[in-house]
């Protein structure tokens, strides 16, 4: 990717010197060595932390402290703290959104899910790029083929994915906020009791009775919330929890305490998602025990 250099330091100099710009984003790319540590702050924007290869283990504002891949996007609120470490080689692409495009859109995603105007989010949000953000993933895609465009188009390329990323993001930091403190909603109640009440959920049907709705109207309003239908967004946490449950259970005790009446459904869901049978999955789980 063109502007792709190894930073030494994380201050605001370095950055922006090997770093693109325009009015809306700012894109950064990192090249850490193995045993790296840094402190730095996310500044005035927010930041959309990705990683390319390897992994990062950060503490962000003196409490969150956690570890994440290739497989997770981190979403830092402005003025965060962040305390870095690498252990392997890792290589990450940064994209900072500039607060005025964030505050502009902020006020259609609220209208879009029906939540009265709140206040920007200030957590962190961490999100695993499953089928939830393959909408996003697509628009940091494009960012990145448009990065090798010629000067003279890439910067209006790049500010239109800009302004789809910021939007995308919006929805995850809405989605977010609402969980947490929206108990009129139908689908934010719904998402929590789902959450609550995992393994013992059998029927969508059931759950668009506890609200009052038609089985149509909740899963349109849920899809439209979250973008998945309520039966895919349930299998996706069934099949999560299915990856925890098989690291001590049998496949046949999992598949019957997620309320599957059919083990073999359950080994086809679970591969549909993973590509590999839960089996499997036991059994790679094992060889990497063995080797660490």
């Known amino acids: ?7 030494g330091d994380f201050n605001r100099y370095s950055e922006l010197q090997y770093g693109y710009e325009t009015d809306l984003i700012r894109i950064l790319y990192y090249d ?5 540590y840094e402190k730095y702050a996310s500044y005035e924007y927010p930041k959309l932390c990705t990683i390319l290869e390897g992994r990062k283990e950060v503490k962000i504002n003196e409490a969150e402290h956690f570890e994440y891949d290739a497989q997770e996007i981190i979403l830092l609120p402005p ?46 949000v961490r999100c695993e790029l499953n ?3 393959n909408l996003l993933t ?24 800009a302004q789809e990323m910021a939007y995308h993001l919006l929805q995850m930091q809405v989605l977010e906020q609402n969980l947490l403190t929206n108990d009129r909603h139908p689908v934010f109640r719904a998402i929590r009791d789902i959450q609550e009440q995992l393994p013992g959920i059998r029927h969508v049907k ?30 996706n946490q069934k099949m999560q929890l299915a990856k925890q449950w098989l690291q001590h259970r ?5 598949a019957f305490d997620l309320n599957y009446e059919s083990v073999s ?27 660490s």
Do not use: C, W
Not at 32 to 36: A, F, G, I, K, S
């Open 79 to 124: 003025q965060s703290s962040v305390e870095m470490k690498i252990k392997e080689h890792t290589k990450a692409l940064v994209f900072e959104l500039s607060d005025q495009l964030m505050e502009r859109l902020r006020g259609v995603v609220e209208e879009e899910f029906q939540v009265s105007e709140s206040a920007p989010a200030h957590s962190v």
């Open 32 to 36: 850490l060595p193995e045993n790296y």
């Open 250 to 254: 049998n496949v046949t005790e999992v």
């Open 265 to 291: 459904y359950f080994i086809g869901l679970f591969k549909k998602k993973y590509g590999i049978t839960p089996k499997q999955y036991q059994m790679s789980v094992q060889r990497q025990a063995v080797l």
């Open 131 to 133: 089928e939830k953000t």
């Open 1 to 7: 990717m063109e502007h792709a250099k190894t930073l």
């Open 206 to 235: 059931d759950l668009a009775d506890n609200y009052n709705m038609s089985h149509a109207n909740f899963t349109n309003q849920f899809k439209k919330i979250t973008g998945l239908t309520p039966l895919d967004y349930i299998t």
């Open 138 to 161: 697509a628009s940091m895609e494009r960012i990145k083929q448009y990065m090798e465009q010629p000067a003279e188009r890439k910067k209006f390329l790049i500010d239109l994915s």
